[in-house]
Nanobody
Framework: QVQLVESGGGLVQPGGSLRLSCAAS????????MGWYRQAPGNQRELVAT???????KYADSVKGRFTISRDNAKNTVYLQMNSLKPEDTAVYYC?????????WGQGTQVTVSS
């Protein structure tokens, strides 16, 4: 098992930036992949970005070039840097950990992009 604690959400104007953080309760060496997903009202949860144990990253087409996923192994923390935010990025963002094909989720953090 793993506990995931997200932080960094909030209200930002269009074109602004936010950085989300997700602290894991265990070392990344025991986690297959970490990722960020989001869910807007009325929509299904969707993948935003993932980073594998080996460091390979994957992004949704809608965020490529604007969002960057990274990690700090010493802090067991994964980040999502979000730039050039758009109103359609508004959602609850969830941190995910894949451990032996079992998914674990954080509690979610709200990101609202609005003027």
């Amino acid at each position: 098992q793993v506990q995931l604690v997200e932080s960094g959400g909030g209200l930002v104007q269009p074109g602004g930036s936010l950085r989300l953080s997700c602290a894991a309760s265990r070392s990344f060496s025991s986690i297959n992949a970490m990722g960020w997903y989001r869910q807007a009202p009325g929509n299904q949860r969707e993948l935003v970005a993932t980073i594998s144990r080996g460091g390979n990253t994957k992004y949704a087409d809608s965020v490529k070039g604007r969002f960057t996923i990274s990690r700090d192994n010493a802090k067991n923390t994964v980040y999502l840097q979000m730039n050039s935010l758009k109103p359609e990025d508004t959602a609850v963002y969830y941190c995910n950990a894949d451990i032996r094909n079992i998914n674990y989720w954080g509690q979610g953090t709200q990101v609202t992009v609005s003027s």
